[in-house]
């Protein structure tokens, strides 16, 4: 397995800039992610927004970069995934929106992972499976941790494209799928991720799961995912995450 916290589950927070980056350093974060929720669920930042948020997070905490809700243009995906590594994400992560098919899922894969090693052969590909895609004719999440181990990605994150109210990961899947997610990515050698407009009150219900990361930004945010992130809410998360984990692994 990947995780680089194998023994809890890791916290991820994700910021549009080096100041909301800052803000969420206050709190222990495991992970600070850079997205863009002004181009989706998914959406990726500027270069130079990923470039000036690894300039302010220690070295010891890993930054990854979404690059998009993707259709299926591999090229696209290639070039994005190279551009976030060089800007000096470490985890790249990809949205599978417009790939429909095992085959077009995999050879967007292949054309991100394949440029990864040869540019970036120190970044991990994060693949994005979303819980709400029958909505779009995506492919099912579960069928996802296969082909992302097929093309030596890293990790799998269970996120949802739909963040309008109501679309929290839990009212779109049931908890038996998730699980059934998480266990597969387990089973592929993968790290599994579980976001989609997370609460709170989440965190008990999906941490017995032992996902190896929750990712979060509505619910750090005042207003809402396209609102300023707020200290005082990363730190509730934070300490949730932590407390609730350690009893979780010990069991
Ligand atoms: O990757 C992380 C998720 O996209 C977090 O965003 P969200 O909490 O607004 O769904």
Redesign the pocket.
Known sequence: MNSLFPDRTAF?A?VVSKEEAIVALKAHIDVV?V?N?AEG??GAALPETISEIRGVVPKTIPVSA?IGDMPYLPGTAALAAIGAAQAGASII?VGLYGAKTPDEVLKLLFSVSTALKKYCPESSLVV?AYADAQFFGGIDFLAVPSMAAEAKAAGC?L??FD?SFGHNLLEIASMERVRDFVSACREWGLFS?L????KLEDIPLLLPLRPDYL??????CEGG?SGKLSSRKVLEISSLIAGESSTCRRS
């Open positions: 991820l994700s992610d997205k929720p669920a998914l979404a992560k994005g994150l996120d949802t963040k991720a976001a989609g407009s997370l990712g979060f930004r509505g619910a750090l995912r």
